[in-house]
């Protein structure tokens, strides 16, 4: 771990050191031998991607940031209120955009304490925290560089916390990895923490697939990004240009699934692994799947992991759901 104080307000822990190495590269290559092929949707999110996906939630199309906004905008008072919170973690923070809106309920009580954004994008969390710093004049900021399927344990100790998962990044994780991922996230909770989960849910196709085929194109350029990052950590000769997008919804799952499709024969190399990957014309690798939910599912992973589901917030149009649950 490599902790460096930034400003007196701000510290900034980095837990991602396997970042270029063999097991890294195995990783990656037990996911491209797998069925289907899939690489590891973290891998979208160096600072071009994160960049990328604030553009992305902008965009006409991308109907679930404003409508999660909204949602907030409606309940964070509520939300405050019920759990008397100090401090907010939040998993996959991104640029914390949505997250102002909890942090103004916090102030407006004066509890707003704490505030620590854990995210893999490394750019994004010391940008943040400089912003926040800025914005928030007594606030404290714990930035956790990490992998939320992995060093969850380092979420520092504190106050009264909420714990907040938004963006639908939940509906990122295969079902396995989301039970595991809610059950990691619980042990980590005092009893009486509460969690708030942002949830994309199902609706019309149409809807759901044009959101991920942005006429101008940044969904297929956020998608194709995760080849130069796979590139710099591996060394492998991904080119986007050999690729195209795909994004289509499979309704059985109920996700939207991301794919790049081969638009020729390639053969894509690891140098440290001295592995060769043969690719014919037409050849798919799964990049992202994004899981909509009902309430009856999201309640359903939520028990499971443990938690008891305190309020269900949606829209009038029900495109998204905001469950906040506590930990007994
Ligand atoms: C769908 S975006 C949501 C961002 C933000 N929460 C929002 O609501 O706009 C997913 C976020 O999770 C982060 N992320 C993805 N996989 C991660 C992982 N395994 N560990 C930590 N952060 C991760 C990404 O960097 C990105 O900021």
Request: charged content about 20%; some cysteine; hydrophobic content about 40%.
């Amino acid at each position: 771990m490599n902790t460096a104080l930034d400003h007196n307000r701000i510290t900034i822990d980095v837990h991602l050191t396997d970042t270029h190495s063999e097991t890294l590269d195995e990783e990656i290559r037990s996911g491209l031998l797998a069925s289907p092929r899939s690489l590891p949707t973290k891998y979208f999110y160096d600072d071009y991607g994160s960049e990328l996906f604030e553009r992305i939630c902008e965009l006409p199309e991308y109907y679930q940031t404003r409508t999660e906004h909204a949602l907030l905008a409606t309940y964070a008072d509520d939300i405050i209120h019920i759990t008397g919170a100090d401090e907010l973690v939040e998993l996959g923070s991104g640029a914390s955009t949505k997250t102002r809106v909890l942090l103004d309920a916090m102030a407006h009580v004066n509890q707003l304490q704490f505030y620590v954004p854990f995210d893999v994008s490394e750019g994004i969390v010391r940008r943040v925290a400089q912003e926040l710093a800025a914005e928030y004049s007594c606030l404290r900021i714990h930035g956790v560089i990490g992998d939320f399927l992995a060093h969850m344990e380092h979420i520092p100790n504190g106050g009264k916390r909420l714990v907040a998962f938004l963006g639908g990044t939940l509906g990122n994780l295969k079902p396995d990895t989301a039970e595991a991922f809610l059950a990691s996230v619980y042990n980590e909770m005092n009893s009486g923490d509460y969690f708030l989960l942002g949830i994309q849910l199902i609706t019309d196709i149409e809807r759901l697939e044009a959101a991920y085929n942005d006429v101008s194109g940044l969904s297929a350029q956020f998608n194709k990004n995760i080849l130069p990052v796979v590139h710099n950590l591996t060394g492998a000769n991904f080119d986007p240009n050999a690729f195209e997008h795909v994004a289509i919804y499979n309704q059985p799952d109920h996700r939207i699934e991301m794919w790049l499709r081969s638009l020729c024969n390639q053969t894509i190399t690891f140098p440290r692994l001295a592995w060769h990957l043969p690719l014919k014309a037409g050849e798919s690798i799964l990049t992202e799947i994004s899981t909509k939910y009902n309430r009856q599912l999201a309640e359903n992973v939520l028990t499971t992991a443990g938690f008891t589901l305190r309020e269900w917030h949606t829209d009038s149009q029900e495109l998204l759901g905001l469950a906040l649950a506590y930990k007994p």
